[in-house]
């Protein structure tokens, strides 16, 4: 009989434990990557999900992300997503994706301003796709503007302040630079926003007003990366999701949660549900393609079961 060391033994016993424990799904998408990704079935073109409005815009209340398709997303502490994601979604996914999105009722996504982005709108629009692009920009010190009116140049529909750049700049009491880009997006005739993931961003905002068309704020019930991803003695875990729903309640202009399902943690029915009732007024979600269709019709059922929510609906 093969001798096998206690090392090996440890090994092997701790691969085996790793892998029985792997989420759900983080098993299917690499068991989707190693099938060659078969294409997820498109409905008939469902209704549009109820909306509401930004600036001009009417948007639907379920918003796609796009840190999935720019393999960015958040991973929590696993090492290998980022790569895995940007072997899964390839153009030909990417774009699939988006338009399995507008199938199924959504007309918003949210991007980043990149190359890789321009060449996949270019593509979507060739393609048919129609939905309104959001996007999100930063204020690069050497030309705060510049990436502004790119995006504007690119057919952005709408354009906020990533959420990073909103977190920085409060914290050092550079509020007016946000005023100055939300103005300089006026400009352009398109709505503007601010993004944060602490609370003190629309606080200081409103406090200073800067008023934008809309917010975007990190919400989840499990305080799942909901103020970035930062060591959790970091002072900003102070913050609860109650202390944004309560400050929230109060902003009379739209805002928009993320990280809702804190990087796959929390059930898009337990997140979807907890922004919704607690005043959200839209969610934007990296979905892949197989989760679309569900989250869609989630996202129909926690509209209409968060019509009596304590905030009114923007």
């Known amino acids: ?52 409005r930004i600036g001009n815009l009417r948007i639907t209340r379920l918003i796609c992300g796009g840190n999935l398709i720019s393999g960015f997303a958040h991973s929590r502490d696993l090492i290998y997503v980022s790569d895995l994601l940007r072997r899964y979604f ?26 890789h ?23 690069p010190p050497e030309e705060r503007t510049r990436e502004i009116k790119l995006a504007a140049d690119r057919g ?32 352009l005739g398109l709505p503007a926003g601010i993004g944060g993931h602490r609370i003190e961003v629309p606080k200081a905002c409103e ?3 800067v008023e934008p068309d809309f917010y975007m704020k990190t919400f989840n019930s499990k305080q799942y990366w909901s103020a970035g991803p930062m060591p959790r003695h970091d002072s900003v875990w102070a913050e ?7 400050f929230m309640e109060g902003v009379d202009r739209p805002w928009i949660a993320y990280k ?12 979807f549900r907890y922004a919704f009732e607690n005043g959200a007024d839209f969610i934007c979600a990296g979905m892949f393609d197989w989760q679309v269709a569900e989250d869609a019709e989630i996202a ?3 509209i209409a079961r968060a019509r009596l929510r304590a905030r009114p609906w923007n």
Not at 27 to 45: D, F, K, N, T
Request: charged content about 30%; overall charge positive; aromatic content about 4%.
């Open 260 to 271: 809702t399902l804190g990087a796959g943690a929390i059930h898009p029915e337990q997140g």
């Open 207 to 209: 406090a200073a007003g």
């Open 90 to 115: 390839t153009d030909e996914k990417v774009l699939e994706t988006l338009h399995l999105c507008e199938a199924c009722g959504l007309n918003a996504m949210i991007l980043r301003l990149d190359d």
């Open 117 to 139: 982005t321009a060449r996949i709108l270019k593509k979507f629009r060739a393609g048919g796709g129609k939905m309104h692009w959001i996007a999100q920009v930063k204020l």
């Open 240 to 246: 609860t999701p109650e202390e944004t729903r309560r």
């Open 1 to 52: 009989m093969k001798k096998i060391s206690r090392r090996r033994f440890m090994g092997g016993s701790l691969l085996g434990a790793a892998a029985m424990t792997w989420r759900f799904e983080e098993r299917q998408l690499l068991a989707r990557e190693a099938e060659g990704s078969p294409p997820a079935s498109a409905p008939s073109r469902a209704p549009l999900l109820p909306t509401g």
């Open 300 to 302: 129909r059922r926690e």
């Open 156 to 187: 952005a529909a709408a354009v906020y302040v990533h959420g990073g750049v909103g977190d920085a700049l409060v914290q050092r009491g550079e509020v007016r630079l946000l005023k100055e880009a939300v103005e300089a997006i006026r400009e």
